[in-house]
């Protein structure tokens, strides 16, 4: 049995697409240019997308400031309709938390204001700009 590695490239229309959604939703906290985005190739994650925060202890040891990459993967997310596409990009943007840290937030499922709420008042302001 052979397996691939996965490969990655830049996304600069994924990068686009985040910042038009942070255009349209209240999400003042994430910096825009300290989010990058790519395309993944081969992988076996059943994820469509996956955010991958650049923690404190890196931040430190490389003197670099807290940032995030998206990662979309090719062979799950290219093929959805565009409003479903929104919807993953703007699930992951739900990951990064107010202080903008590097760290990432985990999902929960209680309440308003939990992960998943926050994510539905997010769908339902872009569904609304549209």
């Not at 739900?94 to 929960?108: D, E, R």
Request: glycine content about 4%.
């Amino acid at each position: 049995m052979t397996s691939s590695k996965p490969e990655w490239e830049d996304a600069p229309d994924i990068s686009e697409r985040i910042k038009y959604l942070l255009s349209v939703v209240d999400m003042p906290w994430v910096i825009k240019s300290r989010v990058f985005c790519f395309r993944s190739y081969q992988s076996s994650a059943r994820a469509y997308a996956r955010i991958w925060g650049f923690n404190k202890v890196w931040q430190l040891a490389l003197d670099q400031d807290p940032a995030y990459v998206i990662e979309v993967l090719s062979e799950k997310y290219d093929g959805l309709p565009k409003h479903k596409q929104d919807e993953v990009l703007l699930h992951e943007l739900c990951h990064i938390p107010k202080t903008f840290s590097g760290a990432l937030l985990p999902h929960t499922h209680k309440g308003h204001g939990s992960f998943h709420g926050k994510l539905r008042q997010l769908v339902s302001a872009y569904k609304k700009s549209r």
